[in-house]
């Protein structure tokens, strides 16, 4: 017959029992950006963060707190000034950076496009307590590539490769996840689907498009996070 002492039983469950991420802590997100990361012309239910968030959860991820600061038409100026105005934006699990696209409608000087970009993508980090590691910058969608901005599609997209190269060189030099989407907004043309009711802003199912390529990223950095 065998016999079990408190401690034999207790080492067993320390051996046998593997917490989830869920399971020891509850996830704080936070979204950066402009129109893309609103979800402009879809269900809010269709925007990327929800949609990852979702995707989360799914795979048992418990997000407690999710929080969006982007609005429609924002430039790197509006976002920075938007953030200034914030009381506490520390202790985020992850942030997603997205903003630029209105730099470049705008014509900004893509200089300052640079500038800002850093300190946005610096402040970023800092929201994460400086684990680079836990933000994601997310590559500047082609919206020439949409029946609303076709007619000047090679003029948008030289440019818009001028901006990402941008932000990808920023974001491997400061060691933070680059996450390439432009290549899914270029397919707009080809397939009507991807793009919303408006003509311009990406749809519900290209935005899933991007979640595809954001959560392989975003699991890796919870997986090492055990």
């Known amino acids: 017959m065998l016999h079990f002492n408190f401690f034999t039983i207790t080492f067993i469950a320390l051996i046998t029992y593997?917490?989830?991420?869920?399971?020891n802590k509850n996830m704080k997100l936070l979204f950066l950006g402009?129109?893309?990361t609103v979800g402009e012309s879809v269900k809010k239910e269709e925007s990327y963060p929800?949609?990852?968030?979702?995707?989360?959860?799914?795979?048992?991820?418990?997000?407690s707190e999710s929080k969006i600061i982007a609005t429609t038409g924002w430039t790197t100026s509006d976002l920075m000034n938007a953030i200034a105005g914030e009381e506490d934006l520390r202790g985020y699990d992850a942030t997603f950076l997205?903003?630029?696209?209105?730099?470049q409608y705008q014509h900004k000087p893509i200089t300052l496009?640079?500038?800002e970009f850093k300190l946005l993508l610096n402040s970023a980090i800092s929201f994460t307590n400086f684990?680079?590691?836990k933000v994601f910058v997310i590559s500047i969608p082609d919206y020439g590539f949409t029946p609303h901005s076709y007619a000047k599609q090679p003029e948008i997209s030289k440019e818009l490769d001028q901006y990402n190269l941008i932000n990808k060189r920023l974001s491997e030099e400061s060691e933070v996840n680059y996450v390439n989407i432009?290549?899914?907004s270029r397919e707009g043309l080809k397939n009507p689907k991807l793009v919303?009711?408006?003509t311009l802003h990406p749809s519900g199912q290209q935005y899933k498009l991007w979640v595809r390529e954001i959560l392989p990223v975003l699991l890796k950095v919870i997986e090492q996070s055990h």
């Not at 997205?98 to 730099?103: A, F, H, S, Y």
Request: net charge neutral.
């Open 182 to 184: 432009t290549p899914v």
């Open 18 to 23: 593997q917490p989830s991420f869920s399971q």
């Open 131 to 133: 684990k680079s590691g």
């Open 98 to 103: 997205l903003i630029g696209v209105n730099n």
């Open 34 to 36: 402009d129109s893309y």
């Open 196 to 198: 919303s009711a408006d």
């Open 50 to 63: 929800y949609l990852l968030i979702n995707e989360l959860k799914v795979k048992g991820h418990n997000v």
């Open 113 to 115: 496009y640079e500038k």
